[in-house]
């Protein structure tokens, strides 16, 4: 059974860094697109990056430059480096694994499998 289990999340202050982890069972992150998702207070869930079989990671332009998606294939673990924060960070962040080796775009149809969430508080 695929489980994805997140960690690393907490409160921070504006500025700081955190990493997330996600570790993964019974789905190899280095085979698949993997990704991340996060939903604000009141918003709907959005993608924030993902990283495929093969090629470059991707983000939203609202992370670009700020976070980084790696993923472990000895640990089978995908991470999210978070650096600079803000206050409009703050959100449940989910991991997410799909069952294709290359998302071509952070359609959710892509994403099959998703974790419980963590929660991430940026406060200014």
């Known amino acids: 059974q695929v489980q994805l289990t997140e960690s690393g999340g907490g409160s921070v202050q504006a500025g700081g860094s955190m990493r997330l982890s996600c570790e993964v069972a019974e789905h190899s992150v280095s085979t698949y697109c993997m990704a991340w998702f996060r939903q604000g207070p009141g918003k709907r869930r959005e993608a924030v990056a993902r990283i495929n079989s093969i090629g470059p990671p991707m983000y939203v332009e609202s992370v670009e430059g700020r976070f980084t998606v790696s993923r472990d294939s000895a640990r089978n673990t995908v991470y999210l480096q978070m650096n600079n924060l803000k206050p409009e960070d703050t959100a449940t962040y989910y991991c997410?694994?799909?069952?294709?080796?290359?998302?071509?775009?952070?359609?959710?149809?892509?994403?099959?499998?998703w974790g419980q969430g963590t929660q991430v508080t940026v406060s200014s």
């Open positions: 997410t694994a799909s069952r294709a080796n290359v998302c071509y775009s952070f359609a959710e149809y892509y994403f099959v499998y």
